[in-house]
């Protein structure tokens, strides 16, 4: 008999007993084979699992990279969510929600948009793809929310100080909402105008910070240029705007130090080096 005529019991038997020691001479006298059809046996095997090997490797190494490139992008989203005021170039509080905001958008860039042939309006055939497209959208935003959950999860087991420096954002995002708040309520208690709240709040706080990207009197209008210099005058309003260009050191502080945790190359290495639930490596 052939080596590649034996039946594939007979073959997993010769496997196992080939693990276990055993010699091609007597795993030939047992089955009733020649030694050489033995070896055959055991040398294809072999090959065989080599191949299946280096490509489960190749498969493990791409899912990795995609692993790798996933958490990637919830850095970035999460960098573009904490955006100071600075960064912004604008005064108005950002929205703290940041851990919604991302399962959100990383939710929506995951999200897949099934595509069906229409076919005419109003036919048995139209109702029912409209259905199937319907489940399809649903069972999709279902999956791509659990694999926004999941990129986060691994991204915050990845990178060990990442909730640490979020939480420190948060402190200094609620502390400047609260500043800008005080600022708005004094304005309103002089009967500033809402459209020139930010324009008086930036000039103000250029004059007792010196951060002067914040001074905008020369582009606004000349009825908002009368508020500022009226607000100038008032004590609380300088009392309250100096507050509020504080918590912005704080505030610019606090992005700082989340965007060092997030910016490559230490984000790559942590990344690279560090591991979750969620690795397809080891």
Known sequence: ??????????????????????????????????????????????EHQSVAAAARSA?????????????????EALLELAASPSVRRRLLPVDARIETLLHAKLSA?????????????????????ESELEL????????????????VEGLRSHVPDLAARVKGWNQAAASYSNAWQQLVEYARSKDVP?????????HAIGWTTGD??????????????????VLLQEPGWKQRARGLGQWLVEFDGAYEKLEELLTPPRLDKMLITEHCQFCPVP
């Open 1 to 46: 008999m052939r080596w590649y005529e034996v039946p594939p019991d007979t073959m997993a038997r010769i496997i196992e007993r080939r693990k276990r020691g055993d010699s091609y001479v007597s795993i030939g006298r047992d089955e009733k084979l020649d030694r050489r059809a033995v070896a055959r046996i055991v040398r294809e095997h072999g």
């Open 109 to 129: 860039q995951f999200r897949a948009q099934p595509v069906l042939v229409p076919y005419p309006e109003g036919s048995p055939e139209d109702k029912a793809q």
């Open 194 to 202: 809402s459209a020139y709240l930010e324009a008086a709040a930036k």
């Open 212 to 229: 002067w990207w914040v001074d905008m009197h020369d582009q606004i209008e000349e009825k908002a240029k009368v508020c500022v210099r």
């Open 136 to 151: 399809r959208q649903a069972v999709a935003e279902r999956q791509a929310t659990r694999r926004a959950r999941a990129v």
């Open 59 to 75: 498969e493990l190494l791409g899912l990795f990279r995609i692993h790798v490139e996933e958490m990637r992008k919830a850095a």
